[in-house]
């Protein structure tokens, strides 16, 4: 989680607007996707230029997805080629970008951010680029993780989103990402309840690995969060010429969805902080019961290590030397006092 903060330091000291890939995708992986949609057509193929997209005159919304962006000479061809300025060319490729939106004079900039766990079951973000005209939509994605694979189904399966203009597919695919952080959250509380369990099981050093491992995840879920409702905010608030009026009441329960989930993470830290706090408590619980075993076998032998010390002295005068059964009268007198210690710990509670 903190590597894209790493690689913050290849940005430093250049010139606004300059290109740099600050993420971990590769450029063998990159392809450009081309869907066009109206009401009563549906088309989708892989385009090798994004030139092919100036060729389309129809009455139609053009949705250009860009999987992969390490490649910035392709990204730089298509920003050149429909008029993205600089300083957005330059938001596209520093991933470590926070959600927000950005007015230019003929498009609409917009920065997501995609949360999901990656191979090896770790946090990990995809930050999400859109860029909205008047009859199309330009998205970035980082990697191909198939991050709008319902959009592309309920283009297929029915016509009400097609109906719409190209302000309607933004809401679309930015419902797509948000709605995926409720999928996120709910393998979180998952993970929650199965540390609560082993908790109250068997509270092991592994148990407080996986407190701090959630602690984490979810302030990195929140840092998101909160940009997020930002952006939400001013979307739903109407400050964009480009998004219709009608739409705008879509983003509100975009906004709605960003406040249950801040709500949802604040309720998760909360118990992760409970579950350290009583994983600490049943650490100095067992640490005391294993003090109290200690104390009660050195309480026992106390007075036995007493007589053993009086009667180890090598004097040559002893009363019970020359007796003949002192052997077995020790013994007995160690009993005697064992048992008298055995009951009167018991007596006491502390048996």
Known sequence: MLSKVKNLSATANKPPGSLIYTGKGEKQNQKLVLTVYNDEILERQEIKSSKELLDENRNVVKWLDVIGIANTETVFEICRTFGIHALAQEDILNTSQNPKAEEYDSFLFIVTKNIFFDESGALDTEQICLVLFD???????????????FIHQRLEEGKTLRKNGSDDLVYALIDSIVDNYFI????????????????????????????????????????????????????????????????????????????????????????????????????????NEVMKILTVFSTIFIPLTFLAGVYGMNFKYFPEIEWRFGYFGFWGVSALITIFMLRFLRKKGWL
């Open 135 to 149: 009859d199309s939509v330009i998205t970035f994605q980082e990697y191909n993780n198939d991050s709008f694979q």
């Open 184 to 287: 996120v959250l709910e393998a979180i509380g998952e993970e929650i309840d199965e540390v609560e369990d082993q908790l109250l099981e068997k509270p092991e050093k592994e148990v407080l690995n996986r407190i701090y491992r959630l602690k984490r995840e979810l302030i990195f879920f929140r840092n998101i969060l909160w940009p997020t409702r930002n952006l939400a905010s001013e979307l739903a608030r109407g400050e964009f010429e480009a998004i219709d009026q009608k739409t705008i009441i879509y983003f509100r329960d975009v906004y709605d969805h960003v406040i249950q989930m801040i709500d949802i993470v604040e309720t998760y830290r909360d118990i992760c902080s409970g579950m350290l706090d009583t994983y600490l408590s049943s650490i100095g619980y067992k640490t």
